[in-house]
DNA sequence: CAGTGGTCTAGACCACTTC
DNA sequence: AAGTGGTCTAGACCACTGC
């Protein structure tokens, strides 16, 4: 019979919860170190007296979090330090400009619509003289151009898209609340400013530059492309991880 | 009683997964709206002809990725899109130079213990006077420098490192294996590079680089802060997500 | 071939919340 | 007060796999 360590800072109010914080615990603390074997679902049954359900639920969710590898017949084994994975947090930018207590405001600069080009299927996986609407945007902090946002979106996908006016609404939002995703891939790099960016952004060519770069699809089909420009020193990403979170 | 898509693209084997994914194709789809009460769990028995266990594992998991709301007494209710959160996997930097066909290279640039000084406090939140490892180590691909790595470990949480001779291996790799860690903060952000690090980086000064800084937690202790500076044509960081993902 | 984890059942009690 | 989800049980069958 086995103590739980219910004086753990934070109460955890299910048995199964219980167990897995447990079990992480000693896997953490280093007590059970990669490789270890975990003890068998029926002895965990007896150790903290309850039904092989609730050791299971405990011990899934763990493998699942990638803590612990499962294999029949062998039992259950301590992982190797997972790769870091970090979750990466992408808000709005109305919200992330009035969280700097600064006065939002949005442009729209163009907003073209076209025929796909070889160079758009480089952004979009799309294939040529699809329909599709070029948007470019500025979105402002104050006076100061916080970041451009420059977009093509898939009429195919989403042709609700030609008959929306743009020019009071960022497109963004329009996006995430009108049209359903399944799938998206970022890109994070640094750049220098180009000529044209720097004008817009009020920053000398040649400066660091935080450029995002979104797909996005949906059931296969892709959606929208965008690319962000922030200023450099106006602006980082920030994730924060934790090795297991359900 | 319901028809299960099992003519999915991927079949899924355990029926409480092909439960999950019924009910998400819907609600991607549009079919189940933001706010459209998902039947209750009796129901959704019925539907599929299984117990009340397989229906709530999938409408557990369900909610835990956020794609459903759920509330005692009411019903389960679709949620609003999720803020956007994207898994941005760390690699080690072995691995990305290797994974570009490129040799790598590690080199030990700079090793010190020390105190930590108020400069210091605001890299990693440690008190005044903490002893300190402050390492430089440059990573290359082939011969060009891919990242440069400015590190402290704090002692008090690694002893173990300042017996450690880290001029063969790199810091990272080793603190991953030695030393548990529960939590972690990202930074990402565009930097122009100063003269210093243009030198060593190769690349003119104030060009465009992309700056890493994390800093490490184990048990509410700082354990370590490093900054990863790497040429901002040589590389992005990608991250992919789907709205839920176990 | 024996024992593991993977999955599922039918039923139970409880806490909470809305009616 | 009634019905929801949250949790747990005791037992079952199965597939896989290492002995």
């Keep these: 019979m086995q103590t739980l360590s219910s004086g753990d800072s934070e109460q955890a109010s299910s048995l199964h919860q219980r167990i897995l914080d447990d079990i992480e615990s000693r896997i953490l603390s280093g007590e059970w170190q990669p490789g270890y074997r975990i003890p068998f679902e029926h002895e965990l049954t007896e150790q903290y007296s309850c039904s092989r359900m609730t ?16 294999k029949r017949r062998s039992g259950s084994f301590v992982s190797k330090p997972q790769s870091q994975a970090a979750v990466l947090e ?15 405001r949005y442009e729209l600069q163009k907003s073209v619509s076209r025929k796909s080009t070889a160079a758009d299927g480089k952004k979009l996986e799309i294939e040529r003289n699809t329909p ?13 151009v916080f ?5 093509i979106i898939n009429l195919l996908a ?9 020019s009071k609404q960022s497109p963004s939002p329009w996006l995430v609340a009108c049209v359903p995703w399944s799938n998206a891939q970022h890109a994070i ?5 180009d000529d044209n960016v720097a004008a817009i952004l009020g920053i000398p060519a040649g400066a660091a530059c935080l450029v995002i770069e979104r797909q996005t699809w ?5 959606v929208t492309y965008v690319r962000l420009t922030y200023s450099g020193d106006s602006h980082a990403l920030v994730a924060r991880f934790a090795p ?3």
Excluded: W
């Excluded at 992408?90 to 939002?104: A, M, S, T, W």
């Excluded at 790099?189 to 400013?193: D, G, L, N, P």
């Excluded at 949906?218 to 892709?222: D, E, L, R, S, W």
């Design 90 to 104: 992408i808000h709005d930018i109305r919200d992330e400009v009035e969280q700097l207590g600064l006065p939002y």
């Design 132 to 144: 599709l609407i070029e948007l470019t945007c500025r979105h402002y902090a104050g006076k100061r």
């Design 189 to 193: 790099r640094a750049v220098a400013a």
């Design 55 to 70: 050791v299971n639920k405990a011990l899934t969710q763990l493998a699942k979090a990638g803590m612990i590898e499962r």
């Design 244 to 246: 297991s979170q359900g």
């Design 147 to 151: 970041a451009l946002e420059e977009r």
């Design 218 to 222: 949906n059931a296969g089909q892709p």
């Design 158 to 166: 989403v042709p609700d898209a030609a008959q929306t006016d743009f």
